[in-house]
């Protein structure tokens, strides 16, 4: 998820059925805040939103102020990233490479202090280290 102009939110989801893709709509995005699709069946009927689509299979990319190219600047990131730097991503450590993307996506931007980077580095980090034992089990 990502708010135009703003942070990216991202996480390991097991399935991507309409179910599921709604539950973490609605678990993370404001109630009837706008939000932009492609015309996944997923995101059929999605209620309590301003609901906007773009029809990709019909080649439509923009439809007035809705459009997709943010989430895919991100997906492009990611996929980036998969393909430059790791090679291979385990599974078992998925969300922990999803999470470093989304900490480089939103605190990449120079007009942030240093200081405020680290800090929220830090924060970021807290209790969350691994053993190699369980990088490896």
């Known amino acids: 998820m990502k708010e135009r102009g703003g942070k990216v ?3 390991v989801i097991d399935r991507t059925n309409k179910a599921t893709l709604q539950g973490n709509i609605h678990n993370n995005i404001k109630a009837k805040s706008t939000v932009y699709t492609d015309d996944f069946r997923g995101y059929l009927g999605l209620s309590g939103f301003n609901h906007k689509t773009v029809n990709h299979s019909a080649k439509e990319y923009v439809n007035g102020m809705a459009h997709t190219n943010g989430i ?3 997906w492009a990131v990611l996929k980036r ?4 730097t790791f090679h291979n991503i ?6 922990r490479y999803i999470d470093e ?3 480089r996506l939103n605190e990449g931007n ?8 680290m800090v ?3 924060k970021g980090i807290g209790n969350n280290r691994i053993s190699y034992k369980e990088l490896t089990a």
């Not at 990233?81 to 430059?84: A, F, H, I, P, V």
């Not at 385990?90 to 969300?95: D, E, P, R, V």
């Not at 120079?110 to 980077?117: A, E, P, V």
């Open 101 to 103: 993307f989304v900490f």
């Open 120 to 122: 929220s580095l830090f």
């Open 90 to 95: 385990s599974t078992k450590h998925l969300n």
């Open 81 to 84: 990233g998969y393909n430059g």
């Open 9 to 11: 939110k991202a996480m």
């Open 110 to 117: 120079c007009q942030i202090d240093t200081r405020d980077r």
């Open 72 to 74: 895919e600047s991100v």
